[in-house]
C-alpha cells in the first residue's frame, strides 16, 4: 500500500497551485498504486490548505452551466459485496443521482438491539442553521434522536467496520452512528446533507473534517405504510425495511456538489419508524 510522504505532498501541493483539477490528480495516484479512497482523501485534504483561492472550494453544482459529472463512487460493483464480516446484497443502482439500495446491511438481532438501547437516549433532532451553524429545532424535521461515539462498544464497532467496507471509505473519515426514531405522522422534508458552500454557517462544520460527500442510512424496522426516502429529483422512493440501506454520494473528484442529492423522509402513515444515519466526510473527523 502507497502512503503519501514528504514527495507526494511537494506533488500534491504544486498540481493544486498550478490548476490541475482534483480527478485527474486522482486519477493520477491510482495509477501509480494508491487506492481510490486514500488518493481522494489526500486530493481533498491538499485542496483545503489551498482554499484561499475561491476557484478551489466545493460548490453546486449548475445544471445550466456546470452540470455535476458523475464519476466513479467507491462503493464495489456486483450484486453482492462483502462487507467486513457479512454478506450485503445490492437491490437497485441509481447513476444520477448516485445511490446504491442495499438489503442485509444488519441482522435482524443488531436491528432490535440498536431500537432498545436507543430508546431511553433520544432527544429532539436538530438541523444546521445556514446563517450561524448552530444546530436548531425545526418543524420539518420531527424525529428524536442519539448520537454513538465511534467505536463505542463492541455492538458499534463491528457495524462501522462493516459500512467502512461497504463503502470503501476510511472510517476516520465520518461522523458517529446517529440513531433516529419517527413517530405516525413524523416526516423530515426534502433537504441536502451536504453544508451549503455559500452560507456562512457551514464553515463550522467543515472546518474539521471537511465537507460531507455521502450518506448512508440504514433501516432499523419495517414500516407498515409510509417513511420511505424520497428523492424528488428523479421521483424515486426506497421503503423501510429492516436491515436494508440507501448510499448517496453527492460529492465527486472536483469538489463538485449534485443538487439531484435532495432527498427527505415521507411522513410515517403507520407505526413509527427507526433509522440509523451514517454521514461520511472527506477527511478525518473528530
Known amino acids: 500500500m502507497r502512503v503519501v510522504d514528504?514527495?507526494?505532498?511537494?506533488?500534491?501541493?504544486?498540481?493544486?497551485?498550478?490548476?490541475?483539477?482534483?480527478?485527474?490528480?486522482?486519477?493520477?495516484?491510482?495509477?501509480?498504486?494508491?487506492?481510490?479512497?486514500?488518493?481522494?482523501?489526500?486530493?481533498?485534504?491538499?485542496?483545503?490548505?489551498?482554499?484561499?483561492?475561491?476557484?478551489?472550494?466545493?460548490?453546486?453544482?449548475d445544471p445550466a452551466?456546470?452540470?455535476?459529472?458523475?464519476?466513479?463512487?467507491?462503493?464495489?460493483?456486483?450484486?453482492?459485496?462483502?462487507a467486513d464480516d457479512r454478506d450485503v446484497r445490492v437491490l437497485l443502482r441509481c447513476e444520477r443521482p448516485q445511490l446504491v439500495v442495499f438489503a442485509d446491511l444488519l441482522s435482524v438481532a443488531e436491528c432490535a438491539e440498536l431500537i432498545e438501547r436507543s430508546r431511553n437516549r433520544l432527544?429532539?433532532?436538530?438541523?444546521?442553521?445556514p446563517l450561524t451553524g448552530h444546530e436548531d429545532v425545526i418543524r420539518n424535521r420531527t424525529?428524536?434522536?442519539?448520537?454513538?461515539?465511534?467505536?463505542?462498544?463492541?455492538?458499534?464497532?463491528?457495524?462501522?467496520?462493516?459500512?467502512?467496507?461497504?463503502?470503501?471509505?476510511?472510517?476516520?473519515?465520518?461522523?458517529?452512528?446517529?440513531?433516529?426514531?419517527?413517530d405516525t405522522s413524523g416526516e423530515y422534508s426534502p433537504h441536502f446533507d451536504f453544508f451549503a458552500p455559500d452560507q456562512p454557517g457551514s464553515a463550522v462544520h467543515t472546518a474539521q473534517g471537511g465537507q460531507r460527500v455521502a450518506t448512508l442510512i440504514v433501516y432499523?424496522?419495517?414500516?407498515?405504510?409510509?417513511?420511505?426516502?424520497?428523492?424528488?429529483?428523479?421521483?424515486?422512493?426506497?421503503?423501510?425495511?429492516?436491515?436494508?440501506?440507501?448510499?448517496?454520494?453527492?460529492?465527486?473528484?472536483?469538489?463538485?456538489?449534485?443538487?439531484?442529492?435532495?432527498h427527505g423522509g415521507a411522513p410515517v402513515l403507520a407505526g413509527d419508524k427507526w433509522i440509523m444515519t451514517k454521514w461520511l466526510r472527506e477527511r478525518a473527523y473528530g
Do not use: K
Not at 67 to 82: C, H, K, M, Q, T
Not at 123 to 129: A, F, I
Not at 151 to 169: F, K, P, Y
Open 6 to 61: 514528504a514527495a507526494w505532498q511537494e506533488w500534491l501541493s504544486s498540481n493544486v497551485a498550478r490548476g490541475c483539477t482534483p480527478g485527474s490528480m486522482i486519477d493520477a495516484m491510482v495509477q501509480a498504486g494508491f487506492a481510490d479512497g486514500d488518493a481522494r482523501v489526500a486530493v481533498h485534504h491538499a485542496f483545503d490548505h489551498h482554499s484561499a483561492d475561491p476557484a478551489m472550494a466545493a460548490s453546486v453544482a
Open 65 to 82: 452551466t456546470q452540470p455535476y459529472r458523475y464519476d466513479a463512487a467507491p462503493v464495489a460493483r456486483g450484486n453482492l459485496i462483502r
Open 123 to 129: 432527544n429532539r433532532s436538530t438541523t444546521v442553521n
Open 143 to 182: 424525529s428524536e434522536g442519539v448520537w454513538y461515539r465511534r467505536g463505542e462498544d463492541e455492538l458499534i464497532a463491528r457495524i462501522e467496520r462493516r459500512i467502512e467496507s461497504l463503502t470503501n471509505w476510511p472510517l476516520e473519515n465520518g461522523e458517529g452512528l446517529q440513531v433516529l426514531h419517527y
Open 220 to 262: 432499523l424496522n419495517d414500516v407498515a405504510d409510509g417513511g420511505e426516502t424520497v428523492f424528488p429529483a428523479v421521483g424515486l422512493s426506497v421503503a423501510a425495511r429492516a436491515g436494508g440501506a440507501v448510499y448517496f454520494r453527492y460529492m465527486n473528484g472536483e469538489r463538485q456538489l449534485d443538487p439531484s442529492s435532495l
